[in-house]
């Protein structure tokens, strides 16, 4: 059986490191594979690949010993069968806003008797047909990491049931769109915040962050979160317009 890398590293106790990509450069997910990250967000959702790419970037990304995480579309199941037929080690799915959205996600991304995905074995997932497939469906069932994003008002207030769901491991505050879909009567974001990361704290689901740079990495893992991933492109820009001070 392959242990997936990512949910090894999700039961010990040290800083995970993942790096948010949003181009179809496979240049750049080979340089992300030269750089030590433990995980690859690639975004489905906001990026520009298709899933012929996704399937490309995962594969160079498993060859460097780099796990691929990718945040599909919203309730999009036949995404989800598909990028795990890739070979990717999990899911990351937005707008999760209630235990049964969570709940959903879970089956989504699971074969039965915990969800309901399509099975097969002759995908990459299943080393093309040359797995046992009751080992391939017990090993699917172990090591598949799901995540869940949360980016509402329902959601912060629904946050200790979607952390507790069976087949959680994770849960992401997606922070733009949180920000965006606050109003005067709910919390403030940083009382959302505080709220969903609470919740996590109470629960065995782990905490990811997205960050813009080092300084906000240490500070999410000072603050409890097991994961945290860079925005590549805030950083690069970032980068570029140190650079651009020169003139």
């Known amino acids: 059986m392959r242990v997936n890398k990512l949910r090894k590293a999700l039961a010990g106790d040290k800083p995970i490191f993942g790096m948010g990509y949003y181009s179809q450069s496979l240049a750049i997910m080979e340089i992300i594979g030269h750089s030590g990250f433990d995980f690859v967000f690639i975004d489905c959702e906001h990026g520009p690949a298709d899933l012929v790419e996704v399937r490309r970037h995962v594969a160079l990304a498993s060859l460097h010993g780099v796990a691929s995480l990718v945040r599909v579309g919203s309730d999009e199941p036949g995404l989800i069968l598909r990028v795990l037929d890739g070979g990717a080690a999990g899911v990351i799915a937005p707008h999760i806003d209630t235990a ?42 172990a090591n598949t990491v799901v995540v869940a994003m949360i980016e509402s008002p329902q959601g912060v207030q629904d946050a200790a049931a979607i952390a507790q769901t069976p087949g959680i491991d994770a849960v992401m505050i997606g922070v733009a769109d949180l920000r965006a879909a606050l109003t005067p009567a709910d919390p403030s974001f940083d009382d959302a915040v505080r709220q969903v990361n609470d919740a996590l704290a109470a ?26 991933v860079y925005n590549l492109t805030h950083a690069l820009m970032a980068h570029l317009a140190e650079l651009n001070q020169a003139r």
């Open 100 to 141: 049964d959205g969570a709940q959903a996600l879970v089956e989504s991304a699971h074969y039965p008797p915990l969800g309901h995905r399509g099975f097969a074995t002759y995908s990459r997932a299943g080393r093309f047909g040359s797995v046992n497939p009751e080992a391939h469906r017990r090993s699917a069932l």
């Open 203 to 228: 629960s065995d689901s782990a905490r990811l962050d997205i960050v813009p740079g080092r300084a906000a990495a240490e500070a999410a893992f000072a603050d409890g979160a097991q994961l945290v």
